[in-house]
């Protein structure tokens, strides 16, 4: 076993690099429709999806996201944008393999059908048990309200990429059933069903090899880093130890 550091910005890119070669993934690219939901880990998603179809064009992850976590001083809010100059563009829909620009979940979410996909951001994963929850700020449950409809009712498949800093140790359905109470204050969780992308299956995708959560945190700029160990056969850990180092430098995500 070889181990690694990740911070969350290089985990975000190689789980949109796993998602991007995932096999469900590509073949909805070449028929049917691929909704990519706006967030930060979707961003650089949305970057690797659209790269692998030669239609990149003008997109840009710097305002593709609706609400986001920042610090305790300031609120969790859609309030909470890009400057003026830098509008929200819509989610990354995909149909037949073109990118559709302009569109969100909403504007879709109607048509969409058994063979279709839908790719949400989460707040939380239990690794454990192997499942996500999103937080909710809408009081129709935003985006995840939209989508679950074509999940439940029409077997859209949902697939969650989720970084490992978002961990909890929690039974999900206990813990919204706390957070969701009448009487609570603050984002409403929403656990929801569906394929979880963390890191670790991540490693697997792109690799063959397993990687494991070994340890976590750091400081100086490593704050909310996780630790990896990764084994596998020598053709598997030479294709880890280069991917590693390929995602090492991605950027911290700026408002």
Not at 10 to 23: F, W
Not at 127 to 148: D, M, Q, W, Y
Request: net charge neutral; with cysteine; hydrophobic share 45%.
């Amino acid at each position: 076993m070889r181990s690694f550091i990740l911070t969350p910005a290089a985990g975000k890119r190689l789980i949109a690099k796993a998602v991007a070669t995932h096999p469900d993934i590509t073949g909805v690219l070449k028929s049917g429709t691929l909704v990519i939901v706006a967030g930060t880990t979707n961003a650089l998603v949305a970057e690797e999806i659209l790269k692998s179809l030669n239609q990149t064009g003008d997109f840009s992850g710097n305002r593709f996201f609706r609400g986001i976590t920042l610090p305790p001083e300031a609120e969790t809010t859609e309030a909470a944008k890009a400057p003026d100059t830098t509008p929200f563009p819509g989610d990354v829909i995909i149909t037949d393999g073109v990118f559709q620009k302009g569109k969100t979940i909403f504007d879709v979410v109607d048509r969409l059908k058994k063979g279709d996909m839908i790719l949400k951001g989460a707040n939380a994963v239990d690794l454990v048990e192997n499942r996500a929850a999103i937080l909710i700020g809408h009081p129709s449950a935003g985006t995840i309200g939209a989508a679950i409809q074509a999940v439940i009712g029409r077997r859209v498949r949902l697939m969650l990429p989720v970084g490992l800093e978002k961990r909890v140790s929690g039974n999900l359905d206990k813990l919204a059933e706390k957070v969701n109470r009448p009487e609570g204050i603050g984002p409403r969780l929403f656990p929801v069903p569906g394929e979880i992308i963390t890191e670790l299956e991540a490693v697997t995708l792109l690799t063959g090899a397993k990687a494991e959560l070994i340890a976590a945190g750091g400081v100086g700029g490593a704050e909310g880093c996780v630790w990896l160990g990764i084994e596998g056969s020598s053709e598997q850990m030479e294709k880890a130890s280069a991917l590693m180092k390929s995602v090492a430098k991605e950027p911290a995500f700026k408002l």
